[in-house]
């Protein structure tokens, strides 16, 4: 599936959206805004988003070693009931001798007695190809998840200090108007990133089995 632009954009018009939601709000209420307020926010958005990335890290990776051990259950299985040339078995890696079964596969597959033999090798020929497509489409989720919170982490973390300049040094960026506008921005990107969370974890949760 093609998220990336999709999310891409609504990332752009969420964010675009929150920053002018924060400054409407304040340019019609005039909503002050202290350093506490700015230094909070901030720094609260990046622990929560660093603890989240943890969580959903955990998460991904137990899924990709299940993954993984599934696919060594099925190569061992192979490799153990494997009925030709045993040095195949002996002499080439994984991979190797996953591309020798399909060349096995192919070749008796007009002849129905070795057919038959082939037919276990196909079903877990089958179960790793499942398997793998399975983890590179949990991987593409952790990276959709990476791609659309590092940003935020970093950015807030840029932001803190930045909340309370000295009033000799003050300069007009941060009025009180586009301290909101940012603090909404990032609002905005908090949304987005959710959203992609939410997509993700439903995405592999929702998995079945075959």
Known sequence: ??????????TIVTVIVFSLIGFSINYCYEIEMNEDVWFWFFSTIAQVFAALIALVAVFFISRLDLYNEKINNNIRMIRS???????IVDHNDDESLISKVDDKIKEFEEKSEEKRKMNIFKMYRKDIS???DKKKN?????KIVLRSTIPIIMLSIFLI???SPSSSKDIWLWDSTLKWCFIYLIV?????????FTFALKDLLDEKDE
Do not use: E, W
């Open 188 to 196: 905005g990107l908090c949304i987005s990133s959710l959203f992609n």
């Open 130 to 132: 499942r398997l793998k």
């Open 161 to 163: 200090p930045l909340g």
């Open 138 to 142: 949990a991987q593409k989720h952790m």
């Open 81 to 87: 009931s494997y009925p030709y040339d045993f040095s």
């Open 1 to 10: 599936m093609s998220h990336t632009v999709p999310n891409t954009l609504k």
